[in-house]
């Protein structure tokens, strides 16, 4: 097992209702066996205490697996994984979409293959809008003319002033993301109360997640559908939140990859919830591993590779909006480890 540390530069400062970054340090693991190599990529987050260097740790705690465990039984080497440490999902999401590539470009099939998906059924992906000025989030608006629907990021104590210099830029669907920034049960009413008359899809994550119970209280109250972001990370979270939100924000950042995603989606859609997938600001390594299962899903927002300039790897592209998957073996990506 190889890994590495990149450091991917933002095109603008990224700024969401926790703080500001302008450069992120992804990682990246290569395992090859056989002649054949699979490439993964974590994406640490310091809101679930994950950095670079947790991230390797647990890599490197976890490499005698490899040795353990024939890469085909990816079904006991992934729970071999899970169980290794608590948390550091990313670590984890990294080695099971090394391993997705690693099967599937010994197959010799694209990854939404195997799982039977038809590509031609991908969703739209929405464009995320960081915060800023009003003119900055403007000229960043007019970017991304090539996208249908807009994700908003509020949560950060201007959100009028946002919404509204949004509002002047463009009047198509919005998906707005308060990333918990709302700190009452009656603060998030009367936003989302205002923002129901500004053609908005879905709010995501209005409420810290530890606020379930007035998170429930809020939907009863409004006519938005409220999507769980930091409230989920794995299957097992999602039972008690069926009663306080409409649908689910799967990433695979979150997850510890792609078949733990494949888990949740099965019991999202037993409750009769919608889903999303989303993504941390990854390359184009774990947003092709995420797109090849959209065909799945409801809603995306994969777009974090088109937040950085240096991306390593070429996969998934956009068309109009539309998630365009490769058709090249495995992740189908191209670019150096
Ligand atoms: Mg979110």
Redesign the pocket.
């Known amino acids: 097992m190889q890994y590495k540390v990149r450091e991917l530069n933002l095109v603008h400062t990224w700024t969401i209702s926790r703080g500001s970054d302008d450069v992120k340090h992804n990682v990246f693991v290569r395992f090859e066996k056989d002649g054949v190599f699979g490439i993964g990529e974590a994406a640490p987050s310091v809101r679930y205490n994950e950095t670079p260097e947790s991230t390797i740790e647990t890599i490197q705690k976890a490499e005698p697996l490899f040795e353990k465990y024939d890469p085909w039984h990816f079904v006991d080497l992934g729970y071999a994984v899970k169980n290794l440490v608590p948390e550091q999902t990313a670590a984890k999401c990294a080695l099971d979409i090394a391993v997705f590539d690693w099967i599937t470009k010994k197959l010799q099939i694209p990854l939404h293959k195997y799982f039977g998906l038809d590509k031609t059924k991908t969703p739209f992906t929405t464009f995320s809008i960081g915060i800023d000025t009003p003119e900055k989030m403007q000229q960043k608006i007019r970017e991304a003319k090539e996208y249908p629907k807009l994700k908003i990021k509020v949560g950060t104590g201007n959100d009028e002033e946002i919404i509204k210099a949004v509002r002047e830029a463009t009047d198509k669907p919005l998906c707005v993301?308060a990333?918990e920034g709302w700190k009452t049960k009656q603060e998030a009413l009367e936003k989302i109360k205002w923002l129901e008359s500004m053609n908005v899809e879905f709010i995501?994550?209005p409420l810290p997640a530890a606020l379930l119970a007035e998170t429930r209280w809020l939907r009863e109250r409004i006519n938005i559908p409220i999507v769980a972001?930091?409230a989920v990370k794995n299957a097992a979270n999602i039972p008690p939140l069926a009663p306080a939100y409409d649908g689910i924000?799967i990433k695979l950042m979150k997850s510890g990859g792609i078949q733990e995603a494949l888990r949740m989606i099965g019991m999202a859609r037993s409750l009769g919830m919608k889903i999303m997938l989303?993504c941390m600001v990854e390359s184009s390594c774990a947003i092709t591993a995420a797109a090849h299962i959209s065909p799945l899903v409801d809603w995306a927002d994969l777009d974090g590779n088109l937040l950085i300039s240096n991306d390593p790897f070429k996969g998934v592209t956009v068309q109009k909006g539309k998630l365009i998957l490769p058709e090249a073996p495995g992740l189908g990506i191209e670019g150096e480890f």
């Open positions: 993301d990333n995501e994550q972001d930091e924000n989303g």
